[in-house]
Structure formats: C-alpha cells, structure tokens
C-alpha cells in the first residue's frame, strides 16, 4: 500500500559549488539539466563500494568529476525542477562559506521564497569568535533564518576549536539549529577530511546539550558506523539525517534514535531528490515491519514533521 501523501520537506540541498576549494580547476557553472545518480546512489550505497572510494583505490578523479558536474547543475531552477519531479515541497538551501556565502542562498531562495528556505554559512576566514558571533546576528537581523550549516571538513574548522564553540553558543542563544557533516569528505586530500568523523563530534554535541545538531549523513559519510548512532541516540538535542547513506545506516537510526529524530535529506545535486528518497522509503517500511510501526505516521514525520518543527513551520 502507498503511504498518503505529505508535504515533503528536504532538509539538505546545495545552490553553487560548495566543494569549490577541494580542487584548482574552475567549472562551467549554470547549466540546464537533470542531476543523474551517481554510482554510489544508485547501488544504494553499498559497504564495499564506499571502502574502495573512502580507501583511496578508487580515483579520486572520479569523485572529483561527479561533484563538479552535479555543482554544475546546482541553480534554484534546477532544484525546482528536481522538488517538482520528486513531489517535494520544500527544500532547504545550504551555503558553505566562503566557497558559497549566506547572500547566494538567499538570493536563489527568491525563485521560490515559499518552497526554498536559506540557512546561514559562517565565514571562518580570519575570523574571531566575537566575529562569528556578529555574522550571525548580522545574518539575523537581515532575514528570518532557521539554521546554520557547518562543514568542519570542507571548511577546515576543528570542531571542538574556540570559533565553532562560539557557532554553537551563538546558536543557542538566537534558537537556531546547526546542522553539521558527520563523517569523512574523500574528495578532500588532506587530516581535515576526517574533522566531523564521531570521535571529533560526539563530545560537542554532548557539551552543548542546549544546541539542536541536525548531524548529516547520519553522522556515517562514506564511514558506515553504527556505534556513531548508538552514541547520538543518548544526546536528546541530536538528530540525524539522512543522505548520502544507504538504507542500512537509515534503518539503524531509526531504530536507534526513533522516527522522531529522523529527518529527510537528499544532499542534492550530490545526491537525486528522487533516488534519496526511494532509499528512505525502503528503510521506512523495513523498519515498520520489523518494529510494527505505522507506516503513515513513520513517513510523516521523517519527511514533513520533523523538519517542520526544526524550521518553527508547525
Ligand atoms: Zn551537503
């Protein structure tokens, strides 16, 4: 039986060429066309597929290739296209400065202010905590954001460093969710690649118990970890999201965090809106079957409630 329909909310999506800084060339950006799913996706993240690309035997260039052509999709009008094909309602638009900034999210959010929700990127370069703490408020008094993204690994920002204490800080204090990469950036060649993996995040989202975490990819970016989960799974200010992983690593977190704690992403146009969810879904009725859960009531919060709630819509 089909689930009844729900206002899909994508929690994670990309305008603009976010892994810009990983490598030297320049891409064509702008193009018109359909993001296809990649290798990856498509063998719904296989285990030893990802050991392969994570380890290094695979070329990097091919990583490399996939990103730059999916970035080169990556405009508010393709997105649509992308919402509308999929049946998403909303998605939201992440920056990650300085490669993309705050203001271009804001600007493509205008193609379709209902259904495209900007959040904030600090932009770390020489900055001080206090002035991490003025971009944000800044950012703040300009438009009513939700939340903040931060990528410690493509940003090169240690997590447990003053400067994202203050993010975090800051956060709380304007009601502000974060949502963090969790897990390894293979694309990227040197430690920072390895700056959002458990071990460097867990003990931040346990010390900031007033912060709400959206951790991406399940805290298991191209490094499947269920201990990652178990340990969230105790951090009540802690949710995880969902692209980029199979629907193994999504079962676990719902098992282990509950349907509560459990939102919907498709890291588009690294990932497809269509594809990502298909993977939920397998996950979703998975775990009704085994659990005896409610499928309707499983999939509306995962796809709508959730994220809902985070973004004050409910
Ligand atoms: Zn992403």
């Given amino acids: 039986m089909d689930p009844a329909p729900v206002p899909i909310v994508d929690f994670h999506t990309h305008i603009g060429d976010v892994c810009r800084g990983c490598y030297r060339e320049q891409i064509v ?24 690309v994570s380890s290094g035997i695979l070329p990097k260039s091919l990583l490399i290739s996939s990103a730059q ?41 205008k193609e379709a202010p209902d259904r495209l929700i900007p959040l904030i990127s600090v932009n770390f370069d020489g900055a001080s905590p206090d002035d991490v703490k003025n971009q944000i408020e800044d950012y703040c008094n300009r438009f009513p954001f939700r939340g903040i993204k ?20 800051t956060a709380a204090q304007k009601g502000l969710f974060i949502i963090v990469h969790g897990g390894i950036t293979p694309i990227l060649f040197d430690d920072s690649r390895k700056l959002a993996v458990g071990k460097k995040l867990l003990p931040i989202l346990e010390a900031h ?34 692209s ?27 990932g ?14 998975r775990f009704c079957l085994i659990k005896n ?7 509306q919060l995962v796809q709508s409630d959730n994220a809902n709630r985070l973004l004050k819509c409910q």
């Fill in 150 to 169: 931060f990528h410690p690994n493509i940003q090169r920002i240690d997590p447990s460093s003053h400067v994202a204490r203050t993010l975090y800080e």
């Fill in 272 to 285: 497809t809106q269509t594809q990502s969810l298909s993977l939920l879904r397998s996950a979703i009725y």
């Fill in 69 to 109: 052509n999916a970035a080169s999709l990556a405009n508010g009008k393709n997105l649509i296209a992308s919402m509308d094909s999929a049946g998403i309602e909303k998605s939201l638009i992440l920056p990650i400065a300085p490669f993309v900034q705050t203001q271009q999210v804001l600007e493509a959010s």
């Fill in 293 to 299: 859960d409610d499928v309707n009531r499983v999939f």
């Fill in 29 to 52: 950006s702008d193009t018109d066309g359909q993001v296809k799913s990649h290798l990856l996706e498509r063998s719904s993240y296989n285990p030893h597929l990802i050991r392969l």
């Fill in 209 to 242: 118990p007033n912060t709400t975490f959206v951790v991406a990819h399940a805290g298991c970016y191209f490094n499947p970890n269920n201990k990652v989960l178990e340990n969230m799974a105790g951090l009540k200010n802690v949710y995880a999201e969902t």
């Fill in 244 to 270: 980029g992983v199979g629907p193994d690593t999504i079962f676990s977190a719902l098992s282990l965090l509950g349907p509560e704690r459990v939102i919907f992403g498709s890291d588009w146009p690294y």
